[in-house]
């Protein structure tokens, strides 16, 4: 993860920062820049967050330079401390890193055997390396650097003879170059920039920019140059401000509906033509966008006939699974970047199999590599926490599913096109299922700090507790956990007790009569159960009606009320809720 930032051109302390604070989703345990000042590279980090490092700074005499390099970090080796915080700063050079070496140690031995660290991270080595193999040509040393390297990496490198040009490398982890009137900026994503820009280009994998205030050289790592053309962007979608909101979890909530809207509007340009029925869909991707694949399956399976596998991405790889010939796999992720779900796809790729993905940040990664991409329209989602773009995400499944079962004929034509009418609607009842606000706050007040939730459910009903329990824990810290429901009995129910709250989704009439059975056994043994259902002849102690959609549609407006139930127990419990600990957005690590 991390993000990093560059600018060539321009005041730059101040455009680092501000590039920093808008990348600081991407890491908050430590930050730091380096500018290059008359009297050589000055470089300031500390532990924490980057207002820390802004308080910091106010206590030193300001940067003058128009170079520099910033970063912010989710530590992976070394702890979060002033040492291990970036960037590293070695002779002439100093560099920012987001990514995982997986040779630092081999390379310190080769390499660096006298050289003294003065930190923990693998990112150091790169800096150690960039001074040691310095033969006068800053451009010839980053990228024999770069060459040397293995794992994942983008780097921004300041070189002191170089007083003209930001180096930028990647491997496998995001970089964005851009050129404006502020000069030549480079950045792990758009956001941090979009407003400084008129040209925008995308590093690929093996690719060494030199950024100068004007223009921008692009070379491989033997240093062949490469014909780049700029990359069209939207300038309005990669920016987003709080708009009046206490915190951009709950202003991504109420943004909910228009993102829906844009999506179901999108799925026009989905061309369905492009797909063989396959025998099989492998479905792959990480956290909650994992839990978008599991409530798919349901969806997929009835509208398409075709056996639908559902995988976490960080554990795709650990098995040897051969994907049969006739295979689709689809991949879905709001950042584009995540570092399992893009090794899985390559892994699909590398055999033969095409990949589908459903991605929300354009320009990246994943996006660049499927064969196939549906854009969900969500919009900038700045919380750690996904809510609009994971129910966007479900739209999208609702459009391919019709898409390709009216192409491959495998519905009703008529039940296709009242689904595809309650799709359109669907933006309508998202925004109803918001009303519960208040009920949500009042409910979060009663759940105990400290004492584990349960999330249950039946088919789709078992998908949607997986994403309730999910958000609860990582916003609020609570202890949550979904069991489906039928699997209580086998173990989890020794947990229940007096007050124990469960929340049962109650999504599918046929399933009805034994979540009712669950709900029985549960409230037997003192647990205060919620029914999540979309009818009101669950039995539970109390009961919260969905808006009316089809079934098929029930999970994108079950999970409105758990989002808000998550935020205000996050606000009422004090926790740090678009930043919640330890966590970052985009997980560029595997
Ligand atoms: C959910 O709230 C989390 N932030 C996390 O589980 C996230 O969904 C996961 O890391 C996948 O991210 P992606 O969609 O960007 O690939």
């Known amino acids: 993860m991390c993000g990093i930032i560059g600018v060539n051109g321009c005041m730059a302390a101040p455009v680092l920062l501000d590039g920093l604070k808008r990348l600081e989703y991407r890491g908050y345990d430590s930050a730091g820049v380096a500018v290059l000042e008359s009297d050589g590279i000055r470089t300031v980090k500390c532990r924490g967050r980057v207002d820390a490092l802004i308080e910091k700074l106010d206590r030193l005499p300001p940067f003058t330079g128009t170079l520099g390099i910033g970063h912010t970090r989710w530590a992976t080796k070394g702890e979060p401390s002033d040492e291990n915080a970036h960037p590293h700063t070695c002779g002439r050079f100093s560099v920012v890193h987001n990514g995982i070496l997986e040779n630092d140690g081999a390379l310190r031995d080769k390499y660096l055997r ?10 150091e080595v790169i ?6 193999l310095y033969n006068g040509d800053p451009l010839q040393t980053v990228a024999k650097t770069a060459d040397l390297l293995a794992g994942s990496f983008a780097l921004a490198v300041l070189c002191a003879d170089a007083p003209d040009t930001l180096f930028c490398v990647r491997r496998s982890s995001p970089l964005l170059v851009g050129l404006g009137e502020d000069g030549g900026l480079a950045a792990s994503d758009l956001s941090a920039f979009a407003d400084r820009i008129q040209t925008l280009y995308r590093l690929a994998d093996g690719e060494i920019a030199a950024v100068h205030r004007n223009s921008v050289d692009f070379y491989t790592f033997d240093l062949s140059p490469v014909d780049k053309q700029p990359e069209p962007f939207d300038r309005v979608q990669a920016t987003a401000e709080k708009g009046g909101y206490e915190h951009f979890m709950l202003k991504e909530i109420h943004e909910t509906p228009s993102a829906v809207r844009r999506t179901v509007q999108a799925a026009g340009a989905f061309d369905a033509a492009a797909f063989d029925k396959p025998s099989r869909i492998f479905i792959t991707a990480c956290g909650s966008a994992y839990h978008v694949g599991e409530a798919a399956k349901f969806v997929w399976e009835e509208l398409l006939g075709v056996p639908v596998e559902v995988g976490i991405a960080s554990e795709f790889r650990s098995r040897t699974l051969p994907l049969p010939e ?22 699909s790729k590398r055999q033969g199999v095409p990949v589908l993905s ?11 590599e499927s064969d196939h991409v549906f854009y969900t329209k969500a919009g900038v989602e700045v919380a750690v926490a996904t809510t609009k773009a994971y129910v966007a995400q479900l739209a999208a499944v609702y459009a391919i599913g019709l898409a390709l079962a009216e192409r491959w004929q495998t519905a009703p034509g008529q039940r296709i096109e009242r689904l595809k009418k309650e799709l359109s609607r669907l933006p309508a009842a998202v925004e109803e299922a918001l009303p519960c606000e208040r009920r949500m706050r009042e409910l979060a007040e009663t759940l105990p700090a400290g004492e584990p939730v349960f999330f249950v459910g039946r088919g789709q009903g078992a998908a949607a507790a997986m994403e309730a329990a999910l958000k609860l824990k990582e916003v609020s810290y609570l202890p949550a956990q979904s069991v489906p429901a039928g699997e209580m009995k086998h ?16 999504l599918n009439e046929a399933l009805n009569a034994r979540m009712q059975s669950n709900i029985d056994e549960l409230r037997a043994r003192g647990a205060a159960v919620t029914a999540v259902s979309l009818t009101d002849d669950i039995r539970a102690q109390s009961l919260l009606r969905l808006p009316q959609v089809p079934e098929l549609f029930a999970v994108s407006v079950a999970v409105i009320p758990m989002q808000l139930l998550s935020y205000y127990a996050a606000r009422r419990l004090g ?16």
């Open 326 to 347: 006739g295979s689709l796999v689809v991949t879905v992720s709001q950042s584009g970047e995540t570092a399992d779900t893009l090794a899985a796809l390559r892994e």
């Open 575 to 590: 926790c740090d809720i678009d930043k919640p600990r330890n966590l970052a957005k985009s997980v560029t690590v595997e």
């Open 114 to 123: 006298l050289c003294p660290f003065s930190s923990e991270t693998d990112s």
């Open 358 to 368: 459903i991605v929300n940040v354009p320009h990246s990664t994943i996006a660049a």
């Open 491 to 506: 173990g989890t129910i020794s947990l229940i007790h007096a007050g124990t709250p469960v929340f049962a989704f109650c």
């Open 127 to 132: 800096a150690q390396l960039l001074n040691r």
